[in-house]
């Protein structure tokens, strides 16, 4: 014989809802819960419960919030609102009442052949895009390679690791200082290595100026940033049981098959990510290219200007901000695009799983 | 496969392995390595470590011997017949000058002190005994730099491409050659105090390329020469008063070398040109006759009745014109050398130096370059040339004995260090950057850690709101918020009176709002991978969630929040864009300082590479300390998403 549950009083919540404990039936071991709606909460209401309810998560996060508010979506927003304006440079503290353009800016960008910042931003559109579509297989492929090469067993395995990490950890503008010496026609190091030593060519070619610049911004960023590949890669390579693979050999399978049923499928989500970050990281690629032209005072020149310098140089040599923000604003926008594209090709690898 | 294939193919993957890393650690090699090596070594082309320039630029006879000094500051005592060498002693300078006590224009050894004064753009003014060859006392750059106070901090951005030494009365002057060189210092050994020159207008007289003393003054304040790119001026040093100038417009061609003849008549040299000058009447007094394509003049000397030249042919001894009757023809620019009178060549005897061969020695002399002569009491002369190569010829013109110089030690230094931190304020900006890293790193490990928290442990309304905005600000270029935040920046000091731009606390927070959504992203997934049960049990001990948070999830989830601060620090250490634009003189982090001041290097790449190294430094020990840490946060964060 259970002893009887006695029916509880409503409690009343202060957002009006109700919660009381009734037992309807004696005999039974059962009690009944029943929470009475409060009459139609306001949104305003709604949003002070949830907060109310949520105390912890909200602030641990309202630093962060705060900070992203004032430091982030202020300045994003004024910048987004500025593509709209016609600059002035005399009053440039005035800057947000400045006359407005429509989409003027915009006009300016994308129709005007006669405007000389739409000839460097085309040049450095193409250049960006072909820099990142290089940058990001190319990392993709020697990442791939040293993962596969490091995840075998072999003496010193562990130094060849930390040495392969070696250039990531180089900072980005001691890339572009370091290698905007070593692509030195006469004295550098590129050249000693392809025309004194091997006789690759028959002169030394100039890799800082003219159509050569493009590898040379691309070769030192692949150096760059392949070790992280590597390194996330390998990660992946490690999460494989190694019985995996040992049944596949008693099944009979060779090397190539066991990579291509094996290893691949299971590195494809780690390539997503690590599309994902080239992508972004490339796109907004700065401080290598700035750095290697005139020991950092230089001009990329129209065949190794990218996104990022032009756009530096417009908005705070020329103090054009109206163009500049306009074309920041596409350039977001283009990201995003790009980016749901890629989610869209990789979705399945990312949470297929 | 068979066992055996197998085996060799696994040897082939693993040299692949090591090749492979090989060419990826070269640049950074590379780097270090130029860091340390000479700018001269770079621009020549040479990649492995070489030796010194140690050309004869000095020749001396003493009591003891001849005395010869490298531009390297190598010394050496040799005897006077067979030039055995006695001693030797490597003072390790570059661009060096020598000036020997009691040095007089007549042939045999030097009387007076036994003092030799050695000037070099590394080591300052040293002394050293000429007859023991020991240093007795040196007095460092630092200390003729304090004479000058800021006029000072460029001074080594540009390369020292040599010194200038001379002793008038009893104080030394000297001088660097060097683009703005603030100008002559002189010396006093009884106080053994530097003070700059009185009167030598600096910047203005460019770039200083010898000072010796006028001849034939012997008052109480004797005059100085001083050859710059800008001309030829005089100056008593004592009294400050100006004396003669010669503008180099005045003058047929811009000299390289001087040498005083007397009070009034100067041998100058420009490229393989040579002639006499009067300073007094403004006039060329005659031209030296030489072979078209003799080569560039390389070294003068003075013996009573002769002149002596070296070119990259030999020597040439000429009587010394003074008191032939000479035309004085007022200088034009063009077609001078024609009109002026020449001197008799019939009269001039050339000696070709019989410098050892050094094919033994791993490098051949191909040029008879004579860098420095030395003419002696029976009309011969030392002759001194490249890579310590010295030869004794007697008045006939035939090589007696021939010896070299021991060779310097491999060139490898500290000097673009010493010189970087003396010319661009690198503490400064490696103070700044330490400073404000630290600061973004604290600030992001304590809200990364509440923000990720939440994030892993708690279902509440805009949870995912906040995660699309975390991933959108990443794809937000930065250019575009950085200029309104300026804007903002500057507005708000207008407003507030506090200074934001500039400040520490600008640039940090800046950093915190931007790396901080990021790390709150790695952090989520480690403390999603910590047992729930651990803050249930601190629950149900009565803590709050809060107190739970810090008490127990901060301490286990430390390595992971540690490894997220050490990313942060990394990634604010390379971060330039914002700080080029948010920072000023006091406050330039270290890739702003970079970017500013070795753009003005020109082709220093010895001190870019010094630069980039000691930029590289911190965050390799960092990363090496906290290496399983980072590796294992980044790769759980990414791969496990």
Redesign the interface.
Known sequence: MKPPITDSEPVVHPDGSTLAIQDPTPDADTAVIRIGKPAAPGPLSRLLR?VR??K??????L???I??L???????L???Y?GFLRSRKDK??D?LSAPWAGFENYAEILFNPDSPIRSGLWDAVRNTALYTIAVTIGTLA?GT??AL??N?E??FRAA?R??????W??????VG???G??W?R??G?VN?VLV?WLHLFSEKPTWLIGPNTLWAIIVPTI?RQW?FSM??L???LQ?IPKDVYEAAEIDGA??WQAFRRITWPLLK??WA?LILHGL?FNV?S??IV??MF?????FPGKHGDL??TA??RN??QMWD?GT??AM??L??LA??TL?FLWYRIFRDQ?TGK | MQPKSRKTFGRFLTGLTWILIVLHVVPIAWMVYCGLKDNQEILSGKVLPGRRQNEIVFLRETGRGYLAGTADGGLTLFEKKGLRKIRHLELGTFATSFFLDGERDQPGPSKGGSTLWVLSSNRGLQEVDAEGLTLLKAHGVEEIAAAYGSAWSTLWVNEVAGSSLARSGDALYLSYRIKGYPGVTSFSPASGRFSPMAGFASKKSGEIRMVIPARGDTGPDPELVLLTTQGISLQAPRSGLPGKAVPAGTLPALPERLCALDGRRMLLSADSRAFIFDIEADTVLAWLDREPGSGNITAFARAPGRIWLGDSRGATSLPDPAGMPMKAVKPSVDGIAGRADSLPVNAARTFTPGFPSLAGAGADITSLRITAILPLLDGGALLGGPKGALSLLDAAGKPVASALAPKPSIYIHWRNYVDLWRNIDFGLYLKNSFIVCIGVMLVAMVLASMGGYALARYNFPGKNLFGYSVLATQMVPGIMLLLPLYLMFINFSRATGLVVKGSYGGLILTYAAYFVPFSIWILRGFFASLPKELEEAALVDGCGPIQAFFRIIIPSALPGIIATGVYVFLSAWDELMFAWVLTDEKTYTIPVGIRLFVGNFQNRYDLMMAAATVSTIPVMILFFLMQKHIVSGLTAGAVKE
């Open positions: 949830s309810r949520n912890v998560p909200y602030f641990f996060l630093p962060t919030i900070g992203m004032l430091l982030q979506a202020a300045p994003i004024q910048g987004l500025l440039l503290l800057y020697v390679a040293a090469l490091v075998r072999f003496r060849a930390t040495l392969m990490l070696f250039p950890i180089v900072p980005t503008y001691v200082l370091l290698w010496f070593l030195q006469e004295v190091l000693i004194d150096w070790p390194l996330m390998l990660a992946g999460g060779n090397a989500p780690v990510i972004i907004y700065f401080n700035i750095m005139g020991n950092g005072a230089g996104l990022m756009l530096f908005s705070f901000f500049g923000a920041s604003s350039l977001m990201m995003m980016v990312l």
